[in-house]
């Protein structure tokens, strides 16, 4: 057990690696933009442009990451290598003539979708360039998340990790080429440059693998319909969460200039805290619990779901803490330069606070929605989707009113939360006890550890009112950080536990 340990162990720290070069050059590349371009009408499009990109492309991203990498594990556990392979060089080229119709489609229907953002005619005609140029991306995406998924499913975190860093780099080069004077339609040729350097790199990275590509496109091969019955639910519950940041952005459109690209940033944020510890922990996890599935280990899913559960939230529960009390001091560390300024921090960082809370309950939620999506069942996500989505919607529609984009921010929290809750009461209904209680006591530990966490952080904020915006931040977050960690070694908490043993370990090698 301990030999097949190390190997995870070192992967898992090549993997996280990797992943926080690629977050910190995504750290770079949101602070460029804010620096060169600032919030405003361009930004606003820009983001604008990139949700229908994303949007369109839900049905390949969705099938690739949720469906396919079980779906592969299992033909491979099954039939073979040689089997497997065809079934995804279907896979592949079914997506790609998806993906290369809804290009065609949205570049006649985009003056309508549009329109029904709530943008007037003057600053639809500005979105149109910006918009073409971005579906030029959908194609490319298609070679990305189909080859990011083939080496997830066979275990190769390092590859499917790193094209993040190529992707950052080529997106600042260009930025920089273009200027303030490329607007809208500087950066979307940017995040086009951007995608066709990850594909590059991840074609050298697939070439090491046994790989070999045979175009197929069977829309009615006996397996591609046996995964449309776990994809449908699937993708509409991604839909749903989709028509959520739709709506969250119209009312942003609505809420006043600035304010669509201030949730943007705000996301940004999350997305760099949670890509340091989600990203790596729950794509491993998903690959090793599909693996178990395949073979019908529930208990061994289960140990795998705790144990990344305990790790996401020892790691992200401080952060949280720390970047509550700091929102103000990072929005203004990472943004505020150039053409963002002090009124664009202000919004931003309304927007971060508020989004903060939902990053915890995220983190289990992804764990938990791969978990079913392990067991084949995408419907039980779909049905705690659609509840989750409705409330979001309607306290999105309220909140605003009186918080502004804080509002957003609080009501993705709730719903988060809400249809984490009600994933997890659903999976124990489905398959029995989910060996929670020594898990739970470890999280009310971690409930514990927060409270000096908080409290140091903001006595160091306050001590530190009249020095330099860094040197607050860095020294509340490092007091608080260490507070939280003296009183997780002090309550025993689990993951502390573990980490001072393995580095005993290590100390006496």
Same mark, same amino acid.
């Given at each position: 057990m301990e030999n097949k340990a190390q190997p995870i162990a070192k992967m898992a720290t090549l993997v996280t690696a990797v992943i926080i070069v690629s977050r910190l050059l995504g750290f770079a590349r949101e602070t460029l933009i804010a620096n060169i371009f600032g919030v405003g009408l361009m930004t606003d499009i820009y983001i604008i442009a990139t949700r229908i990109v994303v949007t369109a492309g839900l049905v390949v991203s969705v099938y690739m990451a949720k469906t396919f990498v079980p779906s592969y594990i299992h033909y491979r556990e099954m039939h073979g290598d040689k089997k497997a392979?065809?079934?995804?060089?279907?896979?592949?080229?079914?997506?790609?003539?998806?993906?290369?119709?809804?290009?065609?489609i949205l570049m006649f229907m985009s003056p309508l979708i549009l329109a029904t953002m709530g943008l007037d005619e003057q600053h639809a005609d500005l979105a149109r360039v910006p918009v073409m140029i971005m579906l030029f991306k959908l194609p490319l995406l298609?070679?990305?998340?189909?080859?990011?998924?083939?080496?997830?499913?066979?275990?190769?975190?390092?590859?499917?990790?790193?094209?993040?860093?190529?992707?950052?780099?080529?997106?600042?080069?260009?930025?920089?080429?273009?200027?303030?004077?490329?607007?809208?339609?500087?950066?979307?040729?940017?995040?086009?440059?951007?995608?066709?350097?990850q594909l590059i790199v991840i074609f050298i990275w697939v070439s090491r693998t046994e790989y070999q590509f045979n175009f197929s496109a069977h829309f009615n091969l006996p397996e591609m319909r046996?995964?449309?019955?776990?994809?449908?639910?699937?993708?509409?519950?991604?839909?749903?969460?989709?028509?959520?940041?739709?709506?969250?952005?119209?009312?942003?459109?609505?809420?006043?200039? =600035?304010?669509? /690209?201030?949730?943007?940033?705000?996301?940004?944020? $999350?997305?760099? @805290?949670?890509? *340091?510890?989600?990203? #790596?922990?729950?794509?491993?996890?998903?690959?090793?619990?599909?693996?178990?599935?395949?073979?019908?280990?529930?208990?061994?899913?289960?140990?795998?779901?705790?144990?990344?559960?305990?790790?996401?939230?020892?790691?992200?529960?401080?952060?949280?803490?720390?970047?509550?009390?700091?929102?103000?001091?990072?929005?203004?560390?990472?943004?505020?330069? =150039?053409?963002? /300024?002090?009124?664009?921090?202000?919004?931003?960082? $309304?927007?971060? @606070?508020?989004? *903060?809370?939902?990053? #915890?309950?995220?983190?289990?939620?992804?764990?938990?929605?791969r978990f079913y999506y392990g067991i084949h069942d995408t419907k039980t996500p779909l049905y705690c989707g659609i509840v989750a989505v409705s409330v979001g919607v309607l306290l999105s529609l309220g909140l605003s009113g009186y918080m502004g984009v804080g509002g957003l921010g609080l009501a993705s929290s709730i719903s988060t939360g809400l249809s984490t809750i009600l994933l997890l009461i659903l999976l124990r209904r489905k398959i029995g006890s989910l060996g929670f209680r020594k898990t739970a006591v470890d999280f009310i530990k971690m409930g514990f550890c927060i409270i000096p966490c908080l409290l140091t952080a903001f006595a160091i904020q306050h001590l530190l009112s009249d020095a330099h915006v860094i040197l607050r931040f860095a020294g509340g977050a490092?007091?608080?950080?260490?507070?939280?960690?003296?009183?997780a070694a002090l309550l025993r908490e689990m993951v502390m536990v573990d980490a001072i043993r393995v580095t005993r370990g290590y100390l006496r090698i």
């Open positions: 392979l065809h079934i995804a060089n279907n896979a592949l080229g079914v997506a790609l003539i998806i993906n290369t119709c809804l290009m065609l298609t070679f990305v998340e189909f080859f990011t998924a083939y080496l997830t499913a066979r275990k190769s975190f390092v590859g499917a990790n790193f094209i993040g860093i190529p992707l950052s780099i080529v997106f600042m080069a260009v930025c920089f080429i273009i200027g303030a004077q490329g607007g809208a339609t500087g950066l979307s040729i940017a995040s086009v440059a951007s995608i066709m350097a046996r995964d449309m019955q776990i994809f449908a639910p699937a993708l509409l519950s991604s839909v749903l969460l989709n028509i959520n940041v739709w709506v969250d952005t119209t009312i942003a459109v609505r809420l006043g200039e =600035g304010s669509v /690209t201030a949730i943007g940033f705000a996301d940004r944020l $999350l997305g760099l @805290m949670g890509g *340091l510890v989600i990203v #790596p922990l729950s794509g491993m996890a998903y690959s090793y619990m599909s693996g178990y599935a395949a073979k019908n280990a529930i208990n061994k899913m289960l140990q795998i779901l705790w144990q990344s559960s305990r790790v996401m939230l020892f790691l992200i529960l401080p952060m949280v803490a720390i970047s509550i009390i700091f929102s103000a001091e990072i929005v203004e560390i990472v943004f505020q330069r =150039g053409r963002f /300024t002090p009124e664009a921090g202000d919004l931003t960082s $309304l927007a971060f @606070m508020w989004y *903060l809370p939902a990053l #915890p309950s995220f983190a289990i939620h992804t764990l938990v929605i490092v007091a608080g950080g260490i507070a939280y960690l003296l009183m």
